[in-house]
Structures are given as C-alpha cells and as structure tokens.
T-cell receptor, first 115, second 108 residues
Framework: DSGVTQTPKHLITATGQRVTLRCSPR?????VYWYQQSLDQGLQFLIQ???????AKGNILERFSAQQFPDLHSELNLSSLELGDSALYFC??????????????FGSGTRLTVV | GESVGLHLPTLSVQEGDNSIINCAYS??????FIWYKQESGKGPQFIID?????DKRQGQRVTVLLNKTVKHLSLQIAATQPGDSAVYFC???????FGKGTRLSVIA
C-alpha cells in the first residue's frame, strides 16, 4: 500500500456522461498530481495541486477539471466523456510543491471505461 | 516541446541474465531523473533516481547510468528475476514527464 488512495478502482460509463475520480494523498503530502495512461501509452501529466491551489497544468482537456479540498483530497472531474477518454487515471502525491526526493508516490489508479 | 523517450518498446531476457533498458531525453537542462517500475494493474513505483552531477548510481540489483553528452539514461538490472517483469519508465523533473515505457518480459 503506497498510502495514496484512489476511488473507485473501476468505472464504466457511457459516452456523454460525467464522472468524478477521487484521490486521498499520502499522509503529510500537500501536492496532488493527476496522470492519464492510455493503453500502451506513457503517463501523461494532467494537473497538479499544492495545498489547495493549482500549481501546474499539463495536457488537460477543457472537459476535464480538478480541485483540491481543504482536507487535501482531490477530485478529477471528467465530463462529456468520449470513447477515447477510456484510460487509467493515476493520482500521485508529494510532500512539497516540487519534485522532492524519490519523485512522487502513486496510487493504484482508477480504470475508466467509456462505452 | 521537451520529451523523454525510450529506445525499445519491449525487451525479453532469460532469467538470471542482466537487463539493460535505455532512455533518451531531450531537455538538456534536466538535472534529475527517476526510473519507475509499473507492474500490471498497479501504479508506478520508484526504483532509483540520479541527479545530473552524477554519472552512475547503484541500488539493490539496479544501476542507473547517465550520459549527459548524448542525453541518455540506462537502467541495468542484474540477475533478472521473474518478478522484474513490468513496464519501466524513465522520467525527468517537471512535473514528471514520462517516456512511453519499455515492457520487460523475463523468460524462466
């Protein structure tokens, strides 16, 4: 157990729908990062939050949004879902706003299937 | 834009042999690199890191080599075991930018 908790583990939904993925960072970590991993693809950075504020933005679509709450958990909202959004979505956390040592700690991911 | 990429998508090795996984990066300003291992159904796990002021770092059965001249990283796994079968990613600082990964298959 990495200490980063993601729910749900699996999600199946229809095109056009909206889903919310949840992440609880490792205890003491203030940064949360969201990554998307499509089949046989690398991890694509979506967005980072640090202590409730957006810190960095990657290749995140306008249909996607995220936030980090006062208790530091984060949610990734995916709307108007398309078949191509089917992927593994990983959350990672780190103590500070930057990389720190040993990189990030990753959760086990949420597998999203859009049908 | 800057990118991190891997030379080979798949690598098959015999159990007990050494494995070498390569990675090229394009951002010459990068000064910190990490290798991650991702097993099926799991999130990436930290293996080893290296800073740009080093050219070699050793861990338990793993060694990372950094060649800044040609912007190349390699991960060497000694005495590869079935449990080493996974996808290996190199990543540079960032937020972390990951390469596509190399799938290592260990033949028993």
């Amino acid at each position: 157990d990495s200490g980063v908790t993601q729910t749900p583990k699996h999600l199946i939904t229809a095109t056009g729908q909206r889903v919310t993925l949840r992440c609880s960072p490792r205890s003491g970590d203030l940064s949360v990062y969201w990554y998307q991993q499509s089949l046989d693809q690398g991890l694509q950075f979506l967005i980072q939050y640090y202590n409730g504020e957006e810190r960095a933005k990657g290749n995140i679509l306008e249909r996607f949004s995220a936030q980090q709450f006062p208790d530091l958990h984060s949610e990734l909202n995916l709307s108007s879902l398309e078949l191509g959004d089917s992927a593994l979505y990983f959350c990672a956390s780190s103590a500070g706003p930057g990389l720190g040592t040993r990189g990030y700690t990753f959760g086990s991911g949420t597998r999203l299937t859009v049908v | 834009g800057e990118s991190v990429g891997l030379h080979l998508p798949t690598l098959s090795v015999q159990e007990g042999d050494n494995s070498i996984i390569n990675c090229a990066y394009s951002n010459s300003a990068s000064d910190y690199f990490i290798w991650y291992k991702q097993e099926s159904g799991k999130g990436p796990q930290f293996i080893i890191d290296i800073r740009s002021n080093m050219d070699k770092r050793q861990g338990q059965r793993v060694t990372v080599l950094l060649n800044k001249t040609v912007k190349h990283l390699s991960l060497q796994i000694a005495a590869t075991q079935p449990g080493d079968s996974a996808v290996y990613f190199c990543a540079e600082i960032g937020p972390l930018v990951f390469g596509k990964g190399t799938r290592l298959s260990v033949i028993a």
